[in-house]
Structure formats: C-alpha cells, structure tokens
C-alpha cells in the first residue's frame, strides 16, 4: 500500500479479522513521523504465498569431500597465495570458547564465514563470532586512527544517504523525487557541516550557516523541527526550503544537528514557478517563511504554515504539493534521526562527537598542507556577468592560510542576481574541494584556514525584516554561484571555464508549475576534456525525463541532443553543450535565468572558449525571436522555446593536440 502519489510502498501483513488501512497508517506513522491522509491510500498490489511443509534436513553447502568426524569437511581454497586444505565447519557443532584457526570455513544456514591465514575465530556464549589476527601473524595498520576516520565517514555518509533516500522515495513532486533538487548534511553541535550526501553544491555550503543563524535567536529542544527559507538567515533562495532537526543524547545535551533542504517548484510570487525575472523585491519572489517551529515534542503541525502560503500578498499556487514535499523533508531527518540514534547507541555519543571533529580536522589539515606547498602571493581574477556587473575575487596566500577578498559588484543589484553569504561560502568550499583534489566528504573544516571578506553588495545584500524592503535573490543562488565558481577557478587557473550557468527554465500558469536546470559543457583541464551534456558546479540535479515532462506538464520534447562543436578546442577540448526544445500545448507564462549568453566560457593556456549559449522563441508563423539571457514573456499553445546551452573553454593550444 501506499499514498497516491508517492512511489514508496508499504508491504502490510493483512492477518484474519484486521484491518490492513489501520496497519498500514500504523506502520506509516512510524517510519514517517506523521499520520497521512486515509483517503489517499491506494493498494499497489496483493501478494500470496502458499507454501507445503520444510522438511528439517542437513544442508550441505560444498561438493563430496573428505569427511572427518562429524564436525567438518575438508576442501581446498586458495589461501595466502597457495591452495591449502581447509577445513569447513558448521557453527552448530561448535561450543561456545572454541577457536578456529585459519585457513578455515565457519558455515550456518544464512552465511558463510572465511577465515584466512594468520586468523583465528573465537565463538562466543551469545553465538557470535571474533575474528583476530594470530600473534605470530598480527596485522599491524600503520595509522589505524586514520582508518577509523573513514570508517565513521562512510557511517555518516550513508546516513545521510539514507535521508535523501526517503526523501526522493516519499516526495510527491516532479522537482524532488524526479530530478532530485535537494539536499541533506549531518552538523555537529556548532552548526559546522561534517559530511553531505553527494546532492546540490549551493545548497550544501550555506546548511551550516542556515542553522548558526537559526540559533542565534532560537533554543533547541528536544523532538522539534525548525522550517525557513529566508536568505537573511543563511537560505539561499524561497524555493528553497530548509528543515532543522537538532540532535540530543541520551542526557539532553545537543550533539549535532540533521538538515535537509529542497527545491520547491512553486512558492507563490508574481510569477508562476517563483523565479520571475521581473521581481523588484524579496516578497514578488514568494513566500517568505521566517524560522518557524513546525514540530514540538515529535507532533508535527504544518498550521501556521499553511496560513503563510495560503495568505501572503503572492501566495503559492500548489499548497498542496508544497505541505507534501515538507512532510516528506520531515520524514527525512527522521529518518536520519533513527539511524544517528542507532549509532548512538552502538559507539556512545562521546566517540561519535568525536569522529565528527577529526572529519573536519582532517579537511583543515589537508588543505593547510597543500596550501603551504602553494606559492605565497596574491592571485586575482575578474568575471562579469552578461549584463556587466563585475564578480572579483583578490586571493592572498600567506603560509598555510588564505585570505579571499571578494568585491561589492557595484552595490546591491538592481534585479535578482543578488547572492547571500550563505551562497558564496557554498562556492567557496566548493573551489576548496575540488582545488585539494582529495577523496573526502565536502565539510567545514576547510574553511577553517580561510579568512573570507565580503563587503555590502551584490554579494551581502542587507536584509529588511519587511520582505518588500528586501532586494530579490533568485537568480543569485543559481546563476551567480555558478559565475563566482568562474572567478574563482579563473584565479587559481584549476580548469578552463563550464557552462557556467544552470541554464534555469520556469513555465507555468494557473494549474501547473514547472522549473528545471538543463546541461551543458564543462571545461578541459591539464590532462582531460571537458565532459559534453552534464550539470556542472553549483547544480547537481537530473533533467526531467521526457515521459514524466509530456505526461505531467502542458509541452511536447521536440528535441534534447549534444549541441556538437559548441565546446572549446585545445590540447583538451571543452565539452559540448546540449540543444532542448520544447513545444507548448497551453498558453504559459515563461521565465529564463542564463548566463554565458554575452560573456563566453573562457579557456586556458592557449585553448579556445566554448561557445555561448542562445535562446530563441519560434512563433506559429514560422517566424523566430532570439531571447535575453534574462527573459519573461507569455507563449501560446504551439509556440516553440529552442535553448542551446553554453560549452566548456579548451586546455593548451589546439595545434599540439
């Protein structure tokens, strides 16, 4: 079973004289945190089982070989680099204290364990097993701290993993569970982000801003939730809305905090899609929802939310959708939670905190080094953006620490491409990851040697507590986030520029809303081409899949292919960008957000720019209009929107190819 919409399902034991909807709004409830709507069930499908009696019989695992006594077999195996005889036993013939002494097979009905040479396999009085290395043969691990900093990282890892998992699988629109706009962190206790799963660059940098800020003005307690999406306290755009959930021991005290933050498709504003290039402040965006409890005690309450999305000046068009995305970000860190207490429980929270400090440790200490090994000095750069505001980045590099001073961009812009900290932190510790080129979670402790300035501008716009005295966002989480990874890649010469846009494509009206980011070429480096036809940077999403698009939203896919040649040459070629049109069944309103429609992707060393993306609107008459990189207009049914995306600049002079 499950609800309409979702593609989770329950499996329900359906047993005589019970009521399966009762079972499963049970069992939803627990795994969920939250009752669901019993009029939105639906059976997936019934499964039956008949099956005759198992007779009890002696399994045998391996081929006829030499049996001796009745406790084991002997086979040969290839064991420390030779065949040895081996001998196989059955955990059910063996007393508890005995050992086993490798080259060895352990069997029982649902496993089967190898013991190797120089092992030894203890039983327990519990009928576990203790494998160790033999004192003759001991396995020394030259730095077995290190090991134990991996081993808790992919402990974190999947447990965040796990929470997009629940996120994408109980997520009722096409933006989260389809092309998977969200993301999830584990912060310790300060609000420092430890480990992410591998999802939105731009969302992932400014989490641990987001819940510093909360915390500034709220007291944590146990069992709650907190919702916003302001960007005055470290949100990036409306759209995208975070949830809080901290983490206590078993004594109260707060050890960490679990997040979430997902893309909404519609969050009111003047525009459908809540990206309208036309909007003069923060409250024509959408709904501006202020750091908000939305659970106490573990019962959620979405109330006053619902008020905010119904009642404000520009409210949302899919309040619906919107409170099922949000109990499907709730059902997240609950998730999380459950699993963060389940490790709790197995290592004690002194020895998790622990490995929360030595994962940001190890960043900090890494980047120290190859920070060192730079050489001192100053390293600049300067990118615009298609309409000329100026992105400057002025690096200094003094021993193992780095000062990075960005520029105003002339002042707060006049439209939408105004970005918060909380974005330019995201790039920045984006840079950082990929400059050290290190296998590690994205983490916080490397920001720890870098000293960031930000004057009041484009970059640090004021914020009003009235929204309608506040300057727009929306364009400045996506498109200049993407450019400010442009400067700084360009400062430190790591790659040639990518497309360098998100390439945002917003349509709706008043029955659907629709938003997606669409590839294009990334940049070439020493030693690679640039790949054709991906997101780059900042934006980790998928595309919408041509069936879900046509089944769900009012446009036919007349084409999606690699723009072929619109990369770079060089030594290494950039990649290509793609070509998308789109058909429209219905009359829409349309919204684009691009860049690198005036400015070209730059190359280096020699390697040519990729070429820059176009979009043009091809009428019913058969006539064409070429559009702005920033654009809003009204289409009509059977009007065409065609949108060639940027490619990535080239590495080296072509001719040495």
């Not at 050992?99 to 190898?114: E, N």
């Not at 796990?162 to 962190?185: E, H, P, Q, W, Y």
């Amino acid at each position: 079973m499950r609800l309409i919409g979702q593609e989770a399902s329950i499996d329900v034991d359906w047993v005589s004289d019970s009521d399966p909807q009762k079972l499963f709004l049970e069992r939803y409830s627990s795994i969920f945190g939250y009752l669901p709507d019993p009029n939105l069930i639906e059976v997936v499908s019934y499964r039956v089982v008949v099956s005759p009696p198992t007779p009890t019989q002696e399994m045998e695992s391996f081929p006829a070989g030499v049996l001796i006594g009745e406790s084991f077999k002997c086979i040969n195996s290839f064991s420390g680099g030779a065949w040895r005889e081996t001998n196989v036993y059955k955990m059910d013939d063996l007393e508890p204290g005995v050992q086993v002494i490798g080259p060895a097979i352990i069997q029982d009905p649902f496993s089967t364990l190898f013991v190797d040479v120089g092992w030894v396999a203890s039983l327990g009085s519990l009928g576990t097993l203790r494998l160790r290395a033999r004192d003759d043969q001991r396995v020394r691990v030259k730095n077995t701290r290190e090991v134990e900093i991996e081993l808790f990282s992919n402990r974190f890892q999947t447990l965040v993993d796990g929470m997009g998992i629940r996120l994408m699988r109980t997520a009722l629109s096409t933006n989260v569970k389809d092309r998977l706009d969200f993301s999830c962190g584990l912060l310790d206790a300060d609000g420092c982000l430890v480990v992410n799963a591998p999802h939105i660059p731009v969302h992932l940098g400014a989490l641990g801003m987001c819940v510093r800020k909360v915390s500034e003005t709220h007291t944590w307690l146990p069992g709650e939730m907190v919702v916003t999406n302001h960007p005055g306290v470290g949100g990036s755009h409306l759209p995208d809305v975070t949830i809080i959930c901290p983490i206590f021991s078993g004594t109260n005290i707060l050890i960490g905090f679990l997040v979430n933050r997902a893309h909404h498709a519609e969050m009111g504003g003047i525009a459908p899609g809540s990206m309208p290039p036309a909007a003069c402040s923060l409250a024509e965006e959408g709904v501006v929802i202020p750091p908000t409890v939305i659970m106490s005690d573990g019962i959620l309450n979405l109330d006053a939310i619902e008020v905010l999305l119904s009642e404000g000046v520009y409210p949302s068009r899919r309040i619906a959708e919107n409170l099922a995305d949000l109990k499907a970000q709730v059902a997240a860190n609950i998730k999380g939670q459950q699993d963060f207490n389940q490790l709790i429980k197995e290592c004690g929270s002194g020895l998790v905190c622990g490995f929360m400090k030595a994962i940001q440790d190890r960043a900090e200490v890494s980047l120290r080094r190859k920070l060192s090994e730079f050489k001192d000095g100053r390293y600049r750069a300067i990118q615009h953006l298609d309409d000329g505001t100026p992105l400057q980045v002025d690096a200094v590099i003094d021993g193992d620490s780095m000062t990075l001073q960005f520029g105003d961009g002339g002042g707060v812009h006049p439209n939408n491409f105004n970005a918060t900290p909380g974005i330019v932190y995201s790039a920045v510790i984006y840079f950082l990851r990929v400059w050290l080129n290190e296998a590690m979670p994205l983490n916080e402790g490397l920001l720890r040697p870098v000293t960031i300035g930000l004057p009041i501008g484009l970059l640090n716009p004021p914020f009003d507590r009235d929204p309608r005295k506040c300057p727009p966002v929306v364009a400045g989480n996506v498109e200049t986030s993407q450019r400010l990874v442009d400067t700084l890649f360009l400062a430190f010469e790591v790659a040639a520029c990518s497309q360098g846009t998100m390439n945002n494509l917003i349509f709706g009206n008043e029955c659907v809303s629709f938003y997606e980011t669409i590839a294009g070429g990334a940049g070439a480096g020493e030693g690679f081409d640039g790949a054709s036809g991906v997101h780059v940077h900042m934006t980790n999403t998928g595309i919408t899949d041509p069936e879900l698009l046509e089944y769900k939203f009012p446009v036919k896919l007349r084409e999606f292919s690699i723009r072929k040649g619109s990369g770079g040459e060089g030594l290494f070629r950039g990649g290509d960008g793609v070509i998308r049109e789109l058909e429209f069944t219905e009359s829409v309103s349309l919204s684009l957000l691009t860049q690198h429609r005036i400015e070209t992707p730059y190359g280096l060393h020699g390697g040519a720019p990729g070429k820059i993306g176009e979009q043009w609107l091809m009428l019913g008459d058969g006539s064409t209009r070429r559009l702005q990189p920033t654009d809003s207009l009204l289409v009509e049914a059977g009007e065409r929107l065609r949108i060639l995306t940027p490619g990535g600049g080239g590495w080296g002079f072509p001719g040495s190819r």
